[in-house]
T-cell receptor
Framework: DSGVTQTPKHLITATGQRVTLRCSPRSGDLSVYWYQQSLDQGLQFLIQYYNGEERAKGNILERFSAQQFPDLHSELNLSSLELGDSALYFC????????????FGQGTRLTVV | EDQVTQSPEALRLQEGESSSLNCSYTVSGLRGLFWYRQDPGKGPEFLFT???AGEEKEKERLKATLTKKESFLHITAPKPEDSATYLCAVFTGANSKLTFGKGITLSVRP
């Protein structure tokens, strides 16, 4: 167990809908990262938050947004969902922004039908 | 743009048959190279961080090494429970992200 908790584990929704994925980082970790993993693309960095502030952005679509709350948990919001958004979404956390020993949660499997 | 290439894509070994997994990278200013293990349907599990050429780290049957252009994950006398996908990632610090390779799927037969 990495100590990073993601909910829900599975999510099935229809095209055009909006969903929210939740992540609780390891105790003491201030940095949260979101990644998308699909079969053809591998793990793709989406966005990073550090202590409540957005720190870095990767290949995140405008339909997607995220935030980190004062208690350090994070949410990834995906809207106007398309079939191609079906993937595993992982959250990772680390103590700092240096990505040293980033620990991953078990992921949320999103299926858009 | 940072690039990470892992080879081979898949590797099948007999139990006890040692081998190496390769991760080659092209980055500007490597600050760290990470190896992760991922089981099907699970999140990546951290294995090693290497920071500079010549560095080596070991954990049980695994040994990771780093040069200026590539990293190797050596697996000595593997067991079936070592079957997994092994991911390599680089960190340059430019935008705080890890750039991952596509992974090597290792299958160890008893």
């Amino acid at each position: 167990d990495s100590g990073v908790t993601q909910t829900p584990k599975h999510l099935i929704t229809a095209t055009g809908q909006r969903v929210t994925l939740r992540c609780s980082p390891r105790s003491g970790d201030l940095s949260v990262y979101w990644y998308q993993q699909s079969l053809d693309q591998g793990l793709q960095f989406l966005i990073q938050y550090y202590n409540g502030e957005e720190r870095a952005k990767g290949n995140i679509l405008e339909r997607f947004s995220a935030q980190q709350f004062p208690d350090l948990h994070s949410e990834l919001n995906l809207s106007s969902l398309e079939l191609g958004d079906s993937a595993l979404y992982f959250c990772a956390s680390s103590v700092s922004t240096e990505n040293t020993e980033a620990f991953f949660g078990q992921g949320t499997r999103l299926t858009v039908v | 743009e940072d690039q990470v290439t892992q080879s081979p894509e898949a590797l099948r070994l007999q139990e006890g048959e040692s081998s190496s997994l390769n991760c080659s990278y092209t980055v500007s200013g490597l600050r760290g190279l990470f190896w992760y293990r991922q089981d099907p349907g699970k999140g990546p599990e951290f294995l090693f961080t290497l920071y500079s050429a010549g560095e080596e780290k070991e954990k049980e049957r695994l040994k990771a090494t780093l040069t200026k252009k590539e990293s190797f994950l050596h697996i000595t006398a593997p067991k079936p429970e070592d079957s997994a996908t092994y991911l390599c990632a680089v960190f340059t610090g430019a935008n705080s992200k890890l750039t991952f390779g596509k992974g090597i799927t290792l299958s160890v037969r008893p």
